[in-house]
């Protein structure tokens, strides 16, 4: 049973490009959490989607980020117009179908540079 | 402020010995959870207890949870070298709250072989 995979595991980007961060959680989760991690800093919430849906964007920038978890294939973050301080390790995590209260499982992470 | 804050930030000992890590929240939680980062890596989970539970054992780790003073411990035992990385506390407020976690800053565990 793979667990999340993340592509790619390095992305550099130059400033203004768009970067594309891909997730796909574990066989039989449908819940995808995206976390942020700066440098020497815990992870920081981003965004929580079910199967098509965002259930709760609260830790996401208002504006350049979005992210989206179609019927199928992977779950997508997208950062348009990148800037130095997007800079960061980009993890997903997924849970089972129960979802909230349970243990989540976090992919090897993206690791986006702005140069 | 932090929801989660660990203590202390840095903590280097010798192989065999034990090693205790703290960690504060601010507010009522449904879980807290433990993870360990090895340097450049991803998450590692490694125990949940929930709100009504007090402590948990898995292997060398053993949690405490003591929601009157919100706060955990984590005790790993005989520590070994490859012991050695950060170590996150995480709590998922419950309630309302859509399962997604608040990280602590992290602690980092150096045991010296």
């Known amino acids: 049973n793979a667990g999340v995979m993340q592509n790619p595991r390095h992305l550099v980007r130059r400033r203004g490009q768009e970067a594309r961060l891909r997730c796909s959680p574990m066989?039989?989760?449908?819940?995808v959490y995206w976390y942020r991690q700066l440098p020497e800093e815990g992870l920081k919430f981003m965004v929580y989607?079910?199967?098509?849906?965002?259930?709760?964007e609260s830790g996401m920038p208002k504006e350049r980020f979005s992210a989206e978890f179609p019927k199928e294939g992977p779950s997508i973050l997208r950062i348009q117009q990148v800037v130095r301080g997007d800079s960061a390790a980009y993890f997903c995590?997924?849970?089972?179908?129960?979802?909230?209260?349970?243990?989540?499982?976090f992919g090897p992470g993206t690791r986006l540079t702005v140069t | 402020s932090q929801q989660g804050e660990e203590d202390p930030q840095a903590l280097s000992i010798q192989e065999g010995e034990n090693a205790t890590m703290n960690c504060s929240y601010k507010?009522?939680?449904?879980?807290l959870q433990w993870y360990r980062q090895n340097s450049g890596r991803g998450l590692v989970h490694l125990i949940l207890?929930?709100?009504?539970?007090r402590e948990k054992h898995s292997g060398r780790l053993r949690v405490t949870l003591d929601t009157s003073k919100k706060s955990s411990s984590l005790l790993i035992t005989a520590s070994r070298a490859a012991d050695t990385a950060s170590y996150f506390c995480?709590?998922?407020?419950?309630?309302?709250?859509?399962?997604?976690?608040?990280f602590g800053q992290g602690t980092t565990l150096q045991v010296k072989p």
């Open positions: 995590a997924s849970s089972p179908p129960s979802g909230q209260g349970y243990e989540q499982y």
């Open positions: 989607l079910q199967k098509e849906n965002i259930i709760d």
């Open positions: 207890i929930r709100s009504n539970e």
């Open positions: 066989k039989g989760h449908s819940h």
């Open positions: 995480a709590t998922d407020l419950g309630s309302g709250n859509t399962g997604k976690l608040i």
């Open positions: 507010t009522s939680i449904n879980n």
